[in-house]
């Protein structure tokens, strides 16, 4: 079984980026992880073979409370409620 890091927000993000009112969720998920990369948006796979992207929109409408973490590509991808998005590295990843 896959081990899953408890908090992976609580380290350092590589990048951290607010989501402004016209932008989508997964339009800032996208962006931030291919800064990281050095590569352009399009240099990875689909984000929604990664998680349901309706879904993410849909629980943060309200920017309410809430986070959300989830693994895409060598990433953790957190997003909060309060409009972030970060990108941590994945411990478990080796170069």
Do not use: C
Request: overall charge negative.
């Amino acid at each position: 079984m896959e081990q899953v890091h408890d908090r992976p927000w609580e380290e350092t993000p590589l990048v951290r980026t607010a989501v402004g009112d016209e932008e989508s969720i997964a339009t800032v998920v996208a962006r931030s992880v291919a800064s990281v990369r050095g590569v352009p948006v399009d240099g990875f796979p689909p984000l929604y073979e990664a998680v349901d992207l309706e879904a993410l929109e849909r629980l943060f409408d309200d920017r309410g409370e809430g986070v959300v973490a989830f693994k895409y590509r060598e990433f953790w991808v957190v997003v909060t409620a309060s409009g972030t998005v970060s990108v941590h590295e994945d411990a478990d990843v080796e170069d």
